[in-house]
């Protein structure tokens, strides 16, 4: 196992708009997916694919843990056209088990404008927590001990002067920018801190447009808000009757009419999908 903690100095709920957000991964971290090319770590290899279809179809359906929902890219193998899909799962309130199958995220809230952001890889055959793979695989996304100290990203430097702020524009590297790098962040975990931070610590959402690439997070409100709604009628907050064993994050090439839900056969839905496309 390989588990690292990033602090991010936001709402807890901004961060995980991000991680439910499967269309933002071809945008945001657009140079990041680039130097995925040849490199053999595995994430880099699960997710290469994502560069080259930035309007994924996207659907989302609520389960007896949460929700669950996918991304749908078309892309070109072998001369026929396939479907790379990437399934997530979001067990409430506030964990996540990526598509990629070996990578878990909890979100857990400090206060109402702070909050530890969990990663733990695994791997049966590969030493994800010795060297050098375990520096390789942190350094690739920004979780590098070194990267989170300047990013004040962790807890001795979440409260320094200078961690990124709209002050010093998240500390961001116009030079690089300007040299063709899409946001002039060290890393994926810096791109996604400086977006979610960038509403403010608790964002207004009052004036709030969501769009059809928002299905997922639209879900994840119901959700919540369900969940709460029943500990205000003195229940518990979810009904946790399901094996959690059983659920999962996995990703997979299709046929074009074959069925993503065949990647996760172990999740039950709880009502009809929702789709954007």
Known sequence: RLPQIAVVNCNFIQLM??????SHLSILHTTGLKSTNGVELDFAKKTNH??????????????????????????E?????????????FITPCFVLNPNGDLF???IPVNDERCLFFHVWWSETQAFGEEPLRTQQLEFVGLDDETLAEFGM?????????????LNNFKQDRDAVRRGHFTGLPGFTQEDA????????????????????????????????????RVEDGQPPADLAYDVRQIFGASGVLKPDEPWRSLVPSHRRRERV????
Do not use: W
């Open 194 to 229: 400086a977006v979610s931070m960038s509403g403010g610590p608790l964002r207004d959402r009052t004036k709030e447009m969501l769009s059809v690439a928002d299905i997922a997070i639209v879900r994840m409100y119901q959700v919540l808000l369900a969940h709460a709604r």
């Open 274 to 277: 929702a789709v954007a496309s």
């Open 105 to 107: 995220f909890a979100f």
């Open 77 to 89: 193998k072998d001369g026929e056209t396939v479907v790379e899909a990437r399934v997530a799962a």
């Open 50 to 75: 994502m560069q080259f279809d930035a309007a994924p179809r996207l659907e989302a359906e609520e389960t007896d843990f949460g929700f669950h929902y996918v991304a749908l890219r078309q892309n």
């Open 154 to 166: 962790t807890r001795d430097t979440c409260d320094a002067p200078d961690r990124p702020s709209r």
């Open 17 to 22: 708009e991000g991680v439910v957000d499967s």
